[in-house]
């Protein structure tokens, strides 16, 4: 059974930061595509940021130099900093792992950017 734990939510004020953690098996964190997606009230899925299990990484233009994504190789954790918050950022955030067909999901995590 794959999990995927993740943890570092909250509320923060807007410009601030946060950084999101999953943590999930070696032979997953291994040879999984890792990243994250989020979900606003009423809004679509999409697709915050991935890292291959190569390191090659991608991220949505709507973070793209205020988001960052990297592997933590002692801890078979993937990170996920998140500076400059804006409140469009409020969402709850979901880590996953890839490689096929296959996709495992971690259980959400609120991240909420208000004043």
């Known amino acids: 059974q794959v999990q995927l734990v993740e943890s570092g939510g909250g509320l923060v004020q807007p410009g601030g930061s946060l950084r999101l953690s999953c943590a999930t098996s070696g032979s997953i964190f291994s040879s999984y595509e890792m990243g994250w997606y989020r979900q606003a009230p009423g809004k679509q899925r999409e697709l915050v940021a991935y890292i291959s299990s190569g390191g090659w990484i991608n991220s949505a233009d709507s973070v793209k130099g205020r988001f960052a994504i990297s592997r933590g190789n002692a801890k078979n954790t993937v990170y996920l900093q998140m500076n400059s918050l804006k409140p469009e950022d409020t969402a709850v955030y979901y880590c996953?792992?890839?490689?096929?067909?296959?996709?495992?999901w971690g259980q959400g995590t609120q991240v909420t950017v208000s004043s």
């Open positions: 996953y792992a890839r490689r096929s067909c296959n996709t495992y």
